[in-house]
């Protein structure tokens, strides 16, 4: 199975801040990463595909790049409601697999 | 607009078998340009991808749960549903039922149902 190692498990930040979240892979995925938002008791949501992709609808203070098998994802200026976990997710080889998560709470 | 919505037993035995039931609606889960999944969540921790189906009846598993499920698709009553055998605690978790795309990328989730497993 490929692995995810996402960092920082969890960071602290204000309204206003830039906010960088990043997944490394095992092995070699491309392109091939999803990056999802999820709020307290609620489903998540997808925001970026292929690395690099907003999803339909999505802000574009969002935005991921890759390089090699490093991935980063990147909120440009935290919004109240952006407040949330972030995980990454591969789907170059199946099993898919998730990241651990990143939990973004206010300072 | 699609909607998914999970129906599950919520309280459960081990050893049970846990059967879970995916209702979509605005939307055919008969589409050659989604599978459509699963992923759980146990509390408090992260996401985990339990398997696929395709509207063929083509399935995908975790190896890590594949020997106890069994996945199924039902396009005349537009629902999918999954069957695991023999839970323990530890498949207490949120299960979500999904759409996703041909890239796997998860764009639509139900709300999301808990199941507890305890004697």
């Known amino acids: 199975d490929i692995q995810m190692t996402q960092s920082p498990s969890s960071l602290s930040a204000s309204v206003g801040d830039r906010v960088t979240i990043t997944c490394q892979a095992s092995q070699d995925i491309t392109r091939y990463l999803n990056w999802y938002q999820q709020k307290p008791g609620k489903a998540p949501k997808l925001l970026i595909y292929d690395a690099s992709s907003l999803d339909t609808g999505v802000p574009s203070r969002f935005s991921g790049s890759r390089s090699g098998t490093d991935f980063t994802f990147t909120i440009s200026s935290m919004q109240p409601e952006d407040f949330a976990t972030y995980y990454c997710?591969?789907?170059?080889?199946?099993?898919?697999?998730f990241g651990g998560g990143t939990k973004v709470d206010i300072k | 607009q699609l909607q998914l919505q999970e129906s599950g037993p919520g309280l459960m035995k081990p050893a049970e078998t846990l059967s879970l039931t995916c209702t979509v609606s605005?939307?055919?889960?008969?589409?050659?340009?989604?599978?459509w999944g699963w992923i759980r969540q146990p509390p408090g921790k992260g996401l985990e991808w339990i398997g696929s189906?395709?509207?063929?009846?083509?399935?995908y598993y975790s190896p890590s749960l594949k020997s106890r499920l069994t996945m199924s698709v039902d396009t005349s009553k537009n629902q999918f549903s999954l069957r695991m055998r023999s839970v323990t605690a530890a498949d207490t978790a949120v299960y979500y039922c999904?759409?996703?795309?041909?890239?796997?990328?998860?764009?639509?989730w139900g709300q999301g149902t808990l199941i507890t497993v305890s004697s």
């Open positions: 997710q591969q789907y170059g080889n199946l099993p898919l697999t």
């Open positions: 999904t759409r996703q795309t041909l890239r796997w990328g998860s764009e639509r």
């Open positions: 189906i395709y509207y063929d009846g083509s399935t």
């Open positions: 605005g939307g055919a889960v008969r589409s050659t340009t989604y599978y």
